[in-house]
């Protein structure tokens, strides 16, 4: 049995980011008898246990009222697959004597410290410092990401195995309207490290060359922040998941609006790997996100967007063309490295760290 310890993918949080990573890891471990440990410290009084199928089981426990179950849990596995350092915190004993894997998904301590969290991040410094010490592996979304840890923490490249999400769809046909003004679709909340008020602020100033479709789930705080721009072609609404592409194909731009700093440059956002395999060309402020920019793709920066002309129609297309082989490029990597992950977690072998 394959333990992961992290909450189970469901329609009440197929949305957020973390949980799409989750249901795409668990998707190349359908065929392995698994179970899902979502651990919380003052929730979950009451231990609820989920029997999916045959293969899966979701349990919502309370770290101090079932710490009998947790261990039995642990004890039994072969294998515990950590997502994030987050869930590291309830579980950090077990990786002193366990074989524990832990995908990094992102720099947990960096992020809280961005926010202002200061002591929330030096906690996490302490779990991730145990977390990637101790792991059989880690699991990272970017080369960058792991080339920081390797730094950081000067463990063996080995260890590291880098696993980028893609969705199984390949690129998608298009369904641009010829000879209307270009579509700009922003995907995403109104989240301050989503440049927000940058990205409104940049609708306002280009006016009416572009149209622009907003797909968020907070489609008030939206027609709040853009009420005095109804003249121009705005449209914002909140679409289920497997309808998102259809509205991707349709659109030529894109707005993801990341600063140069840390938690960006290691990113692997699922909002450009859907724009790139859409044909979308991203609108950035700067190209360094995770490891796009190594592998060569083509974007529009956002004062090219703000101050000159829009690139013409063959030129859109050329740079289409470059972003579908930049993505196949980088599909081929990461199938070759989640390969590598699964070998490693479901085959033979001791089942304590220490053997």
């Known amino acids: 049995m394959m333990l992961f310890v992290a909450d189970y993918p469901g329609p009440h949080n197929e949305k957020d980011g973390m949980m799409q990573r989750i249901a795409a890891i668990d998707n190349r471990f359908s065929s392995v008898n698994r179970s899902y440990l979502k651990v919380s410290l003052v929730g979950n009084l009451k231990a609820a246990k989920d029997r999916r199928s045959e293969l899966l089981t979701i349990y919502r426990v309370n770290l101090f009222l079932h710490l009998p179950l947790i261990l039995y849990l642990a004890l039994t596995a072969r294998c515990i697959y950590v997502h994030s350092v987050g869930n590291a915190l309830a579980i950090l004993p077990l990786y002193l004597f366990r074989r524990c894997v832990t995908d990094m998904h992102g720099v ?3 992020e809280f410290q961005m926010a202002g969290r200061s002591l929330a991040a030096w906690r996490y410094r302490l779990v991730e410092r ?5 792991s059989l592996a880690i699991v990272t979304v970017s080369g960058a990401m792991a080339d920081h840890y390797l730094r950081k923490y000067g463990i063996p490249r080995d260890r590291v195995i880098n696993v980028p999400i893609f969705d199984e769809a390949g690129t998608v046909p298009r369904h641009s309207v010829t000879g209307n003004a270009p579509l700009v679709v922003y995907a995403g909340g109104t989240q301050a490290w989503q440049n ?3 990205m409104v602020s940049t609708i306002k100033e280009v006016g009416g060359r ?3 479709l907003i797909l968020t789930g907070d489609v008030a705080g939206f027609r709040e922040k853009l009420s005095d721009q109804s003249t121009m072609e705005i449209e914002i609404k909140s679409v289920p998941k497997n309808e998102v592409y259809c509205y991707y194909a349709q659109a030529d ?11 960006n440059r290691v990113a692997c956002p699922t909002k450009l790997v859907e724009y790139l395999s859409c044909g979308v060309i991203p609108i950035v402020i700067q190209p360094g996100i995770g490891d796009f920019d190594t592998f060569g793709y083509c974007y529009l920066t956002l004062a090219d967007f703000l101050h000159q002309e829009l690139p013409y129609p063959e030129r859109l297309e050329e740079m289409r063309e470059k972003n579908y082989r930049v993505i196949e490029e980088m599909k081929r990597s990461a199938l070759s490295e989640m390969q590598r992950l699964v070998n490693l977690c479901t085959l033979p072998g001791p089942v304590s760290h220490a053997a």
């Open 210 to 212: 572009c149209r622009f």
């Open 253 to 263: 731009l894109g707005f993801v609006l990341r600063d140069d700093d840390l938690v």
């Open 130 to 134: 145990v977390a990637v010490k101790n």
């Open 196 to 198: 927000v008020d940058l």
């Open 108 to 110: 947990v301590p960096d």
